[in-house]
């Protein structure tokens, strides 16, 4: 039975395989102000990440970002550019844990030629079409994977632990035991993610960040949690990058100026000001070796 997701899903990806009508969203987007989230905001948004990916992910691996970078764009601008700008070569074997790199630019990129891309995630969320990669799709709980054991090289995990343990059921899934209030259960998925990655294998994670909010669906992340989850993974190494979205650009900032980072929800404040983030203002990036 086709459900009304699978449906959003299936016209979404005929979209993006229609590069005259994907045009027209991104013109229509462009001429009604760059509102974010309106009509064509996502199309843009992908093929403006696609860009930087493909031709300019060295500049995140630089101390500042270009003038401009990612104005009006939401945090997706700089989470994915990190995560592509170091992932190794020896990364083959790789799991989305939360399924955030599924994607039809991002599946669709050159970087994924000779590696193995596994999705998991609650429940379906597409299968995007890739003339690049054929993911193995899995749908459960990150607190419960049935992957084996130091099974993956790399583990990618953009901007999925805030909302482990919180309430999935306003976009993500319709299983309502799923529909919970557990600030810690992220922890759980933290061990897990350790469980199935090799010895010397890499965590890539990303979270909202600031003063600590839950939100019902998600929750910000704070200096403290942020240790916690450290302290929990217990990596060999790890590396942080924090971004900040302020003069209507997105930048590399100290991790102290992004502890009052806040979060516009589009869900319950409905009135846009251009001077204000799409979502999260602040998101840290760490780099975990197990």
Same mark, same amino acid.
């Given at each position: 039975?086709?459900?009304?997701?699978?449906?959003?899903?299936?016209?979404?990806?005929?979209?993006?395989?229609?590069?005259?009508?994907?045009?027209?969203?991104?013109?229509?987007?462009?001429?009604?102000?760059?509102?974010?989230?309106?009509?064509?905001?996502?199309?843009?948004?992908?093929?403006?990440?696609?860009?930087?990916?493909?031709?300019?992910?060295?500049?995140?691996?630089?101390?500042?970002?270009?003038?401009?970078?990612?104005?009006?764009?939401?945090?997706?601008?700089?989470?994915?550019?990190?995560?592509?700008?170091?992932?190794?070569? $020896?990364?083959?074997?790789?799991?989305?844990?939360?399924?955030?790199?599924?994607?039809?630019?991002?599946?669709?990129?050159?970087?994924?030629?000779?590696?193995?891309?596994?999705?998991?995630?609650?429940?379906?969320?597409?299968?995007?079409?890739?003339?690049?990669?054929?993911?193995?799709?899995?749908?459960?709980?990150?607190?419960?994977?049935?992957?084996?054991?130091?099974?993956?090289?790399?583990?990618?995990?953009?901007?999925?632990?805030?909302?482990?343990?919180?309430?999935?059921?306003?976009?993500?899934?319709?299983?309502?035991?799923?529909?919970?209030?557990?600030?810690?259960?992220?922890? $759980?998925?933290?061990?897990?993610?350790?469980?199935?990655?090799?010895?010397?294998?890499?965590?890539?994670?990303?979270?909202?960040?600031?003063?600590?909010?839950?939100?019902?669906?998600? $929750?910000?992340?704070?200096?403290?949690?942020?240790?916690?989850?450290?302290?929990?993974?217990?990596?060999?190494?790890?590396?942080?990058?924090?971004?900040?979205?302020?003069?209507?650009?997105?930048?590399?900032?100290?991790?102290?100026?992004?502890?009052?980072?806040?979060?516009?929800?589009?869900?319950?404040?409905?009135?846009?000001?251009?001077?204000?983030?799409?979502?999260? $203002?602040?998101?840290?990036?760490?780099?975990?070796?197990?």
């Amino acid at each position: 039975m086709i459900t009304p997701r699978m449906l959003k899903e299936k016209v979404k990806d005929w979209i993006y395989r229609c590069p005259f009508l994907r045009g027209l969203l991104v013109n229509f987007y462009k001429l009604k102000g760059r509102r974010p989230w309106s009509a064509g905001y996502s199309f843009y948004k992908y093929s403006f990440v696609k860009d930087v990916i493909e031709h300019q992910r060295d500049i995140f691996l630089n101390q500042q970002l270009p003038a401009c970078y990612g104005e009006g764009l939401d945090e997706r601008a700089v989470e994915y550019p990190w995560f592509f700008a170091r992932l190794k070569s $020896q990364d083959k074997r790789i799991l989305d844990a939360g399924s955030s790199l599924n994607h039809h630019d991002l599946l669709n990129l050159s970087l994924w030629h000779g590696r193995k891309l596994h999705i998991t995630t609650l429940a379906y969320e597409g299968c995007p079409s890739s003339t690049v990669i054929k993911p193995v799709y899995t749908y459960e709980d990150l607190r419960a994977m049935n992957y084996p054991d130091a099974f993956f090289d790399a583990v990618a995990c953009i901007s999925t632990l805030e909302h482990v343990g919180m309430d999935n059921t306003l976009l993500y899934t319709d299983d309502y035991t799923k529909k919970e209030n557990a600030v810690d259960a992220h922890l $759980q998925a933290v061990d897990e993610m350790k469980r199935v990655l090799k010895e010397g294998g890499t965590l890539y994670l990303t979270v909202p960040y600031g003063r600590h909010q839950n939100y019902g669906w998600f $929750q910000i992340f704070d200096e403290a949690m942020v240790a916690q989850v450290i302290a929990r993974f217990a990596p060999q190494a790890v590396s942080s990058v924090y971004y900040k979205y302020d003069h209507r650009q997105w930048n590399i900032a100290s991790q102290a100026d992004c502890a009052q980072g806040y979060y516009v929800d589009i869900y319950t404040q409905a009135n846009y000001n251009k001077n204000f983030p799409v979502a999260s $203002q602040c998101v840290a990036c760490l780099e975990m070796t197990k």
